[in-house]
């Protein structure tokens, strides 16, 4: 098993990024903060507060598009992404060239990313089937079953999304098949998964931190010069702005962590 080091991985991100910087930022702003700020613009402001703290017993009417829009944003992201991976994983490698390379291995995180959704769905059908038969017995203990379940059901979800950090580089950077591609991502972070989870956990506070704090000054800057509307908009491109830079650090930071453990 490879030894992975996070601060070997920062120190050589911090490096490629000062090198590289031309060519990652556009990249990261187009295809990663872009078609995030447009969504944000699309979506109703009710729609919006209830993706932040979901309700099931008050589900907003999602405006027609809405749904298109996301799938469109998530694959947008996903191409940008992989674009970035490709100019993370082969020096020298031009803009044009990672743009093809992402399109052509697209199709491929698409079909992983099918395969775990249809392996949370076949979990989630098998809890609510116990969850109706628990309830046809007993009311009461079907709520506390639920609440466990629930609970499982999130751990198990994040659990695999540590384990599979780096499947987007391993896309990109081979030829393998959908299901060849999850066992390798799977296979290259066992042993590691607590040192990954504190980089996953550090990076993601450190974007909301700093996101939230460009937004907000931002925000009141564009509420002095041109009311709420402008606030709103001056606070989303900087945030987005802001967490596109911090993502290109954590994708370069992911591919030298794959880098490493690939090498065992």
Same mark, same amino acid.
């Given at each position: 098993?490879?030894?992975?080091?996070i601060?070997?991985? +920062?120190?050589e991100?911090? /490096?490629?990024?000062?090198r590289?910087?031309?060519l990652?930022?556009?990249?990261?702003?187009l295809?990663?903060?872009?078609?995030?700020?447009?969504l944000?613009?699309?979506?109703?402001?009710?729609?919006a507060? +209830?993706? =932040?703290?979901?309700?099931?017993?008050?589900?907003?009417?999602?405006?027609?598009?809405?749904?298109l829009?996301? *799938?469109?944003?998530?694959i947008l992201? +996903?191409?940008g992404?992989?674009?970035?991976? /490709?100019?993370?994983?082969?020096?020298?490698?031009s803009?044009?060239e /990672?743009?093809?390379?992402?399109?052509g291995?697209?199709?491929?995180?698409?079909?992983?990313?099918l395969?775990?959704?249809?392996g949370v769905m076949a979990?989630?059908?098998?809890?609510?089937i116990?969850?109706l038969?628990v309830? =046809?017995?007993?009311p009461? =203990?079907?709520?506390?079953?639920?609440?466990?379940?629930?609970?499982l059901?999130?751990i198990?979800?994040?659990?695999?999304?540590?384990?599979?950090? *780096? #499947?987007n580089?391993?896309?990109?950077?081979g030829?393998?098949?959908v299901?060849?591609?999850?066992?390798?991502? +799977?296979?290259?972070?066992?042993?590691h998964f607590w040192r990954?989870l504190?980089f996953?956990?550090?990076?993601? #506070?450190?974007s909301?931190?700093?996101?939230?704090? =460009?937004?907000?000054?931002?925000g009141?800057?564009?509420?002095?010069?041109g009311?709420?509307?402008a606030?709103? *908009? $001056?606070?989303?491109i900087a945030?987005?702005?802001?967490?596109?830079i911090?993502?290109?650090?954590?994708?370069v930071?992911?591919?030298r962590?794959?880098?490493?453990?690939s $090498?065992?």
């Amino acid at each position: 098993m490879a030894t992975i080091s996070i601060g070997k991985a +920062w120190e050589e991100a911090v /490096a490629f990024v000062a090198r590289e910087a031309t060519l990652l930022l556009p990249v990261a702003l187009l295809f990663v903060a872009l078609p995030g700020l447009i969504l944000g613009e699309m979506t109703p402001p009710e729609l919006a507060a +209830w993706f =932040a703290a979901p309700d099931p017993k008050v589900i907003p009417t999602m405006p027609p598009g809405i749904a298109l829009a996301m *799938l469109i944003t998530i694959i947008l992201i +996903w191409f940008g992404s992989l674009t970035l991976f /490709a100019l993370a994983l082969r020096p020298g490698i031009s803009v044009g060239e /990672a743009l093809r390379l992402s399109f052509g291995r697209l199709p491929v995180l698409i079909g992983t990313a099918l395969i775990v959704v249809a392996g949370v769905m076949a979990v989630a059908t098998v809890a609510i089937i116990v969850m109706l038969v628990v309830s =046809a017995a007993s009311p009461v =203990a079907a709520a506390g079953l639920g609440l466990m379940l629930g609970f499982l059901a999130a751990i198990l979800v994040f659990f695999a999304s540590v384990r599979l950090i *780096l #499947l987007n580089p391993v896309v990109i950077d081979g030829t393998a098949g959908v299901v060849a591609s999850l066992r390798q991502a +799977w296979a290259l972070t066992r042993g590691h998964f607590w040192r990954l989870l504190a980089f996953l956990i550090v990076i993601t #506070l450190l974007s909301a931190i700093v996101g939230a704090a =460009a937004q907000t000054i931002f925000g009141l800057l564009g509420s002095v010069i041109g009311g709420p509307d402008a606030a709103r *908009l $001056a606070g989303g491109i900087a945030g987005a702005a802001v967490s596109s830079i911090i993502q290109v650090y954590m994708l370069v930071m992911i591919a030298r962590i794959y880098r490493q453990a690939s $090498a065992g």
